[in-house]
């Protein structure tokens, strides 16, 4: 029995092993690949130890990877088998109890016991990483925030987890729609860290809500070295720089990040890298742009994925791609597959999110590819403020979004189209595809003064 840094018991971990613990941490913390290798150790050293392996059933839930999760599942119910929680401490049951929720597919009620958990231990770093993930995966913006703000007191400045901390809060400020604290919060993790590529991309949150797309840029220009190398969230912050680049109008570049960071031969096919790429496509064929052989590549990959239903929030990305690459059929098996598991399938949080939103989602993507846009709006409209309960951020889901403004201009429900469009452009005065799409709607309603404007008020936006 060994203890942490913070004094917590460590039951049945070595002193080495409590060291591969501690690298596991600071690895996941700040994304480096090789977490994987890190929390392997641990259980090398030590097979018994209790963190080590609430750490690797969190790996395998966190990545939103079935085969992953099946894994992690198995492996940590064996260690279960024989177990005697009675000589844990109350912090290491906590632990088991919240991974074994999760890996039986109880995501929120995993996150309420990490929830509890945190508030008993707040330095317990292992509990706010995860649960910091999973209020991103539920799509939890105040959970997301707070979750890390009730603990952040407990936590002296200057120890060395301070800053990761700081940048995990700047990303739940910023879902929560504070922006600037967002922003000040985020440049603070940074101050202290600068390789905090969580940090770094809270940070370019704030610029991708705030419209400021041109300062986006300049951010991920001055820190390319700190956010570009080997990391797990590599592709996800090149998703970004991706989206401030779109906005300046320059599709050319935008595609060229596409081909050499988001999707290209040899990527590994992760799902979390296929959603961005899936992501970023869908935005430009929204816009009329589409990329015949770059869809069908992708479609390639998620078909080979071969995903069954368990994160719906992946599933509605692989409908984008079978729509882009023209596969209605392929993204209606899909549906199909996914309605059926709905009405036998146990009571997992995945169950509520597919029948509730990722259904509706991807019936709305299909109808949209059959350009029924009537039928798009129809299925969309009615779950549009309830798309955080399938998860991801408010910049992903704003494919979504935008998906529905489409729908209602192509569909002629311009009463409709002019709602959206005024809620976009009083919440994002600064962003030129709500300028284009207002042009649009004023060439729908037989302004022509009215679109002119609309169009060099987008253009000065772009290349401002």
């Given at each position: 029995m060994t203890t942490d840094r913070h004094g917590h018991v460590m039951s049945d971990t070595s002193s080495e092993a409590l060291g591969h613990y501690e690298q596991a941490l600071d690895d996941l913390l700040f994304f480096r690949p090789r977490v994987v290798d890190s929390a392997r150790a641990v259980l090398a050293d030590?097979?018994?130890s209790v963190m080590g392996r609430a750490l690797a059933a969190y790996l395998g839930v966190l990545g939103t990877e079935e085969k992953d999760a099946a894994e992690a599942r198995t492996a940590f119910h064996g260690f279960l088998a024989d177990l005697d929680e009675g000589k844990l401490t109350p912090r290491e049951r906590m632990h088991l109890a919240a991974a074994t929720t999760w890996l039986d597919g109880d995501l929120h009620g995993a996150g309420r016991i990490l929830g509890d958990l945190t508030v008993a231990?707040?330095?317990?770093?292992?509990a706010l990483i995860a649960g910091h993930q999973h209020d991103f995966l539920t799509g939890d913006a105040q959970r997301l925030r707070d979750r890390v703000g009730g603990a952040l007191d407990a936590w002296d400045a200057h120890d060395p987890h301070h800053g990761p901390l700081l940048g995990?809060?700047?990303?739940?400020?910023?879902?929560?729609g504070h922006y600037e604290r967002a922003e000040e919060t985020g440049l603070a993790a940074l101050a202290q860290h600068p390789d905090d590529v969580w940090g770094i991309h809270g940070v370019a949150h704030t610029y991708e809500m705030r419209g400021r797309f041109t300062d986006g840029i300049r951010f991920l220009d001055d820190r390319t070295g700190n956010w570009s190398g080997d990391t797990l969230l590599t592709v996800h912050n090149w998703w970004h720089y991706a989206l401030f680049t779109l906005e300046t109008g320059n599709t050319a570049r935008v595609l060229e990040i596409y081909d050499a960071s988001l999707h290209r031969d040899g990527s590994p096919g992760a799902?979390?890298?296929l959603l961005d790429a899936a992501a970023l496509l869908w935005r430009l064929h929204l816009a009329g742009d589409d990329q015949g052989t770059r869809w069908a590549r992708l479609a390639d990959a998620w078909e080979r994925r071969a995903d069954g239903p368990h994160y719906a929030f992946n599933d509605a990305h692989a409908v984008m791609a079978y729509v882009g690459a023209d596969r209605i059929d392929r993204a209606e098996r899909l549906v199909k597959d996914r309605e059926?598991?709905?009405?036998?399938?146990p009571a997992v949080s995945n169950r509520w999110m597919t029948a509730e939103i990722g259904l509706p989602v991807c019936r709305a993507l299909i109808a949209?590819?059959?350009h029924d846009h009537a039928a798009a709006v129809e299925h969309l409209l009615p779950v549009r403020h309830r798309l955080n309960d399938f998860g991801g951020s408010h910049a992903q889901r704003d494919a979504l979004q935008r998906t529905l403004v489409e729908a209602a201009l192509r569909a002629g429900r311009t009463d409709l189209a002019r709602?959206?469009?005024?809620?976009r452009g009083n919440l994002r005065p600064v962003c030129p595809y709500n300028w284009f799409a207002k042009a649009r709607l004023a060439d729908l309603l037989g302004d022509p003064a009215g679109a002119a404007a609309a169009r060099r008020r987008a253009t000065d936006q772009a290349t401002a």
């Open positions: 030590s097979p018994r231990f707040p330095r317990d770093v292992l995990m809060y700047a990303f739940g400020l910023e879902e929560s799902a979390m890298e059926n598991w709905v009405t036998s399938a949209y590819g059959r709602t959206l469009l005024s809620e």
